[in-house]
Nanobody
Framework: QVQLVESGGGLVQPGGSLRLSCAAS????????MGWYRQAPGKQRELVAT???????NYADSVKGRFTIARDNAKNTVYLQMNNLKPEDTAVYYC??????????????WGQGTQVTVSS
C-alpha cells in the first residue's frame, strides 16, 4: 500500500507564491508519473502538471510560466512551485503518483488534498 502526505497549502495574496510538497511512502518499487491536480468549488478536478521518471513535464495552459513541477526520486517526493498566484488558482490541490510496488503490481494513489486560497 502506498501513502501520500501533502503539505504547503495556505492563504496567499494575489501575486504571491506557495510551494506544495507530496511525499510517498510504502511498498514502492518504482514511481513512473507524479502529478498535481486541483478542484475548485463546483468544478471538476483538473490536471495542473505532471512529471515522468525521466523528468519530462506537462502543464495546463493556465499555469504555464507560473508553476514549476519537480521531483526528488531519492525521497519519492514531488513538488509544485507556484508563483504569481491568481484568485482563479484557488482550489484543493491533490498529488497523484503511479508506479509499481514490490510485487510488481501497478498502483495509482492520491493524496488527501491541500487547500490553496488566493485572496486579498
Amino acid at each position: 500500500q502506498v501513502q501520500l502526505v501533502e503539505s504547503g497549502g495556505g492563504l496567499v495574496q494575489p501575486g504571491g507564491s506557495l510551494r506544495l510538497s507530496c511525499a510517498a511512502s510504502g511498498s514502492i518499487f518504482h514511481i513512473n508519473v507524479m502529478g498535481w491536480y486541483r478542484q475548485a468549488p463546483g468544478k471538476q478536478r483538473e490536471l495542473v502538471a505532471t512529471i515522468t521518471n525521466g523528468h519530462n513535464t506537462n502543464y495546463a495552459d493556465s499555469v504555464k510560466g507560473r508553476f514549476t513541477i519537480a521531483r526528488d526520486n531519492a525521497k519519492n517526493t514531488v513538488y509544485l512551485q507556484m508563483n504569481n498566484l491568481k484568485p482563479e488558482d484557488t482550489a484543493v490541490y491533490y498529488c497523484n503518483i503511479s508506479g509499481r510496488d514490490y510485487a510488481f503490481h501497478f498502483f495509482n494513489s492520491w493524496g488527501q488534498g491541500t487547500q490553496v486560497t488566493v485572496s486579498s
